[in-house]
């Protein structure tokens, strides 16, 4: 089945440092891969997201770029603020899984001024 | 478009009352997904329909955990009788399916249950 391994939290970095999240999956197929991000108190949200080897998905300054031949979509950020102190999900969803999505963990990111 | 929507946002409830969390999806979605997440445990699917459809309730955890989808824009999940240890935040998301593209999920707020 599929599988989602996320690098363990919880991560502390001072702000404006360089953020570097791990994940790897296992999928039957070919899985389109996301990061989400759940702010205190919120629900999750989809930060970015790639439906295709070597493809770049980037929003509000992270980055993650869809490796097959390593099976990794790690996120990255090369300055971090206080305001981006959140849980960071990694996820697969193949159409062929009948619909659901396959998470990770959780990494939970603290950025300190 | 107003996203995800939950009621309640809080729910505190004794130990044996029965519990209903409410879900309204996104118009035109056509999977909803309940979730349960924990600090001990995380994010939990617990069940997902599509098209009204349960498709998969291998998450719920036992008998006490009831959904249903009697419409496209309107989901319960019931606990009955709730104990302390169902105390979590609950999640629903939708989606829509498409033949191309991405096929993110939309979550909720979440309801906060507290059970005593």
């Known amino acids: 089945g599929n599988s989602v391994t996320q690098m363990e939290g919880p991560v502390t970095l001072s702000e404006e440092a360089f953020l570097t999240i791990n994940c790897t999956y296992t999928?039957?197929?070919?899985?389109?891969l996301f990061w989400y991000v759940q702010y205190p108190g919120e629900g999750l949200q989809l930060l970015l997201k790639?439906?295709?080897?070597?493809d770049k998905g980037s929003n509000k300054g992270f980055e993650a770029t869809y490796r097959k031949e390593t099976t990794s979509f790690h996120l990255e950020k090369g300055s971090v603020q206080v305001s981006d102190s959140a849980v960071y999900f990694c996820?697969?969803?193949?159409?062929?899984?009948?619909?659901?999505?396959?998470f990770g963990d959780g990494t939970t990111l603290t950025v300190k001024p | 478009d107003a996203g995800v929507i939950q009621s309640p946002r809080h729910e505190v409830t004794e130990m044996g009352q029965e519990v209903t969390l409410r879900c309204k999806p996104i118009?035109?979605?056509?999977?909803l997904f309940w979730y349960r997440q924990t600090m001990m445990r995380g994010l939990e699917l617990l069940i997902y329909?599509?098209?009204?459809?349960?498709?998969?309730d291998s998450g719920m955890p036992e008998d006490r955990f009831s959904a249903k989808m009697p419409n496209a824009s309107f989901s319960t999940l019931k606990i009955q009788p709730s104990e302390p240890r169902d105390s979590a935040v609950y999640f629903c998301?939708?989606?829509?399916?498409?033949?191309?593209?991405?096929?993110?999920?939309?979550f909720g707020p979440g309801t906060r249950l507290t059970v005593l």
């Open positions: 998301a939708s989606r829509i399916r498409r033949t191309s593209g991405t096929n993110e999920q939309f």
């Open positions: 999928a039957t197929g070919y899985p389109s």
């Open positions: 790639a439906t295709k080897a070597d």
């Open positions: 996820a697969l969803s193949e159409d062929t899984n009948a619909g659901k999505s396959t």
């Open positions: 118009s035109g979605h056509d999977y």
């Open positions: 329909f599509n098209n009204n459809v349960p498709i998969d």
